[in-house]
């Protein structure tokens, strides 16, 4: 089995993720790490919890502890919409209440299997909360930096899980500053945006999907804001292609909020541009995104495209889909414009991922 850490190197001087300690980038240039291949699929171990099973298939290391609440295996619910029957992953009925439980469940694996006790992390809240959980289950102390206007219900759930919460005052980046500062003076920085140990994880999302439909999706829609869900979702599809499984990747339809869209941006006019200006999608709130060219690159090689949505059509998504038994914060709540304004063009069969629960933001109109 090829492992999945002898396949990190930097993006900018090609150096090998280090066989000791746990540093977010690298230490020689600064650059960011990240997969060099596509990782081999193979036969999955059921006796695994969550989504380990499949993340062993692609090669996690057998010597890092799995950590586990029971991620993973969401449901696919079908509904109409427009005439046409589309599938909506319920990834919001993860432990933690949003995909990134998924993620977590790796970097928490890594973080036990070189021996970290004590890490920190920034967030605008889902990451925050997903991380404390899973810190929390495998006994390591967490300390998340989070934005003062940060949703409460968020915040609540990280003090929960025993995690310190330290509130910055201003926009996002500066909970992301503060998190690099306590990494100069030595802390572990378990950044979800920077270390690409849950790009695996998200990949096992890929997986799933192809397991529940017995085959591959046409197209995907989904929010993006460091992206790192759309790129382990492709690497994933691509993974599964490479094994025979499937024949074609799915066309990934990636949302912005258009009060803050960098990659659309990157995209459309190869400049990475946006304004940190508030919206109700706090959790695609990023101006910077780490991995912002591989998110490019990768909806293009798929044939997908970045769609933007308006503060005003935000809310009502929300309701729609709640009218559908689907209750999901105001970031995930994006992809219902998306889908309308794009349906009438994309390959069946359409799944859309729903990536947090609507028990997480505050009570809105």
């Not at 190197?9 to 150096?15: E, F, N, R, S, V």
């Not at 230490?27 to 006796?47: K, N």
Request: charged letters at 15%; glycine letters at 10%; hydrophobic letters at 45%.
């Amino acid at each position: 089995m090829r492992k999945v850490l002898t396949e990190i190197g930097c993006l900018g001087c090609g150096q090998a993720y280090p066989s000791v300690g746990l540093p977010y980038c690298c230490p020689l240039c600064g650059g960011v790490f990240d997969y060099t291949g596509i990782w081999e699929f193979l036969t999955p171990d059921a006796d695994l919890p969550g989504i380990w099973p499949n993340l062993r298939a692609l090669g996690w290391p057998p010597d890092w502890p799995p950590v586990s609440l029971g991620e993973g295996n969401t449901p696919l619910v079908w509904t109409e919409v427009s005439g046409r029957q589309v599938a909506f992953k319920c990834e919001f009925l993860n432990p933690s209440g949003s995909f990134k439980d998924r993620g977590s469940a790796a970097l928490v694996s890594a973080l036990a299997g070189r021996g970290v006790y004590m890490a920190v992390e920034d967030s605008s809240g889902n990451a925050g909360a997903s991380f404390a959980a899973y810190a929390a289950r495998a006994g390591i102390k967490a300390r998340v930096y989070v934005p003062a206007s940060a949703s409460g219900p968020k915040r609540t759930q990280i003090e929960a899980y025993g995690a310190e919460l330290v509130p910055i005052p201003g926009p996002r980046s500066a909970a992301a500053q503060a998190a690099f500062l306590a990494a100069q003076k030595g802390a572990t920085y378990a950044s979800h945006a920077w270390l690409p140990f849950n790009l695996p994880a998200y990949a096992t999302l890929a997986v799933e999907l192809v397991q529940q439909m017995q085959g591959s999706p046409g197209a995907l829609v989904l929010p993006v804001g460091q992206g790192g869900l759309l790129l382990g979702l492709v690497r994933g599809f691509q993974s599964l292609q490479s094994a025979g499984v499937i024949q074609k990747i799915p066309a990934a339809i990636a949302v912005q909020a258009r009060a803050c869209a960098p990659l659309w941006s990157l995209f459309t006019t190869g400049r990475l541009a946006a304004d940190e200006v508030a919206t109700l999608a706090e959790g695609v709130r990023v101006t910077r995104p780490v991995r912002a060219d591989a998110v490019v690159a990768a909806v293009r090689e798929t044939g997908g495209r970045f769609v933007l949505v308006d503060e005003v059509d935000i809310l009502p998504g929300r309701d729609e889909l709640a009218r559908r038994g689907l209750y999901v914060e105001p970031t995930s709540a994006l992809v219902w414009r998306a889908l309308e304004l794009t349906l009438a063009e994309l390959p069946e069969p359409v799944v859309v991922i729903l990536t947090g629960s609507g028990l997480k933001a505050f009570p809105l109109p």
